[in-house]
Structures are given as C-alpha cells and as structure tokens.
C-alpha cells in the first residue's frame, strides 16, 4: 500500500456505484416521495431539499416535474394543507401568504388557497385573542395597543383586529 499514490487508495477504498448515486434518477424519485409520504410539499421545497441532499439539480428538476405531471407532487394540495395547518395554529391570511412567498409558491396559488379555505378571520381573530388574553375587554389603552400588536405579528389584517376588539370602548 505504501507504493500506491493517494488517487488509488482512494478509489480502491471508495465504490464507484457510490459517486454516481446523486445523479441516478430512482433514487432521487425514491427519496421525492419518501419526502411526499410524511406531507406535502411545494415543487420549489421539494427541489431545494432534494438539492441540500447532494442530488445533480438537472435529475431533481426532471424527477420533480414528473412526480407533479403524475400528480404525486402538487402546490394546490401543499397550499390547502398548509393554510389549514395555520389556521388551526390562529394564524390571519397575512402571515400565511408571507410565509407561503417564502416557499416560492405563486400568489395566485396563495390567494386561491387563502379563498377556498372560507375562514372567518375576523372570528378567528377574535377566538386567537381570547386563548391568548381571555375573554375580559382590554382593561386600558395600553393593554388594547398590545393585543392589537399580538394580532397583526399573527397576521391578521386591520378589519379583523378591528372585530376581535370591537367591543373595547375607547
């Protein structure tokens, strides 16, 4: 082994099957709906997780367009499944769609989802207040301003926060 350069140990140590399964198709597929399997994802975050795994970005891409051309893969189910998931969490059609934009989904796909969800966010507001607040009226301005704050860092949109504090008087 001493006369041997590095180049080789190396190799011997090393399969060749090993360099090129990051660019086999199968597994990429194979790990795509692993990642399907547990929840739904959005093209662009399946890509990017395929990717942060070592997969050739040209074999990602392919894989993923095939997985959404057979409808394993769709951004209309991600949007449903993670509007639902953060309305079940209090959270106003805001903070949503920016957290929604940050996984690369199109505001079209947003709005529709946001649409077809049919929540009553200013109800939901007012429920998300109480848990947070309970059910007394703000005791003071002070008090008011905050839980306003709370709701809008939650995403809910002034005619909302307007509904769930309507009956502070000022």
């Known amino acids: 082994m001493e006369g041997k350069p590095v180049k080789e140990i190396i190799d011997d140590l090393v399969p060749r099957d090993e360099d090129d399964r990051f660019a086999d198709p199968k597994k990429a597929r194979k790990r795509a709906m692993d990642l399907l399997a547990r929840r739904e994802h959005g ?7 395929l990717e942060k795994a070592g997969f050739d970005p040209d074999v990602v891409a392919d894989e993923v367009a095939r997985l959404t051309a057979e409808n394993l893969q769709s951004d209309t189910r991600f949007v449903e499944a993670f509007v639902q998931s953060r309305i079940n969490q209090g959270k106003g059609p805001a903070r949503i769609r920016s957290e929604l934009g940050q996984k690369h989904i199109s505001d079209a796909a947003i709005e529709i989802g946001i649409e077809e969800a049919g929540a009553d966010w200013g ?9 947070k607040f309970g059910l007394e009226d703000p005791a003071d301005y002070k008090e008011k301003a905050r839980q306003m ?8 949109e002034s005619e909302h926060i307007r509904r769930a504090i309507a009956s502070f008087d000022d």
């Open 149 to 156: 704050r709370f709701l809008q860092y939650r995403g809910f």
């Open 43 to 49: 093209s662009e975050e399946l890509c990017r997780k």
């Open 123 to 131: 109800e939901l507001a007012r429920e998300t207040r109480g848990k």
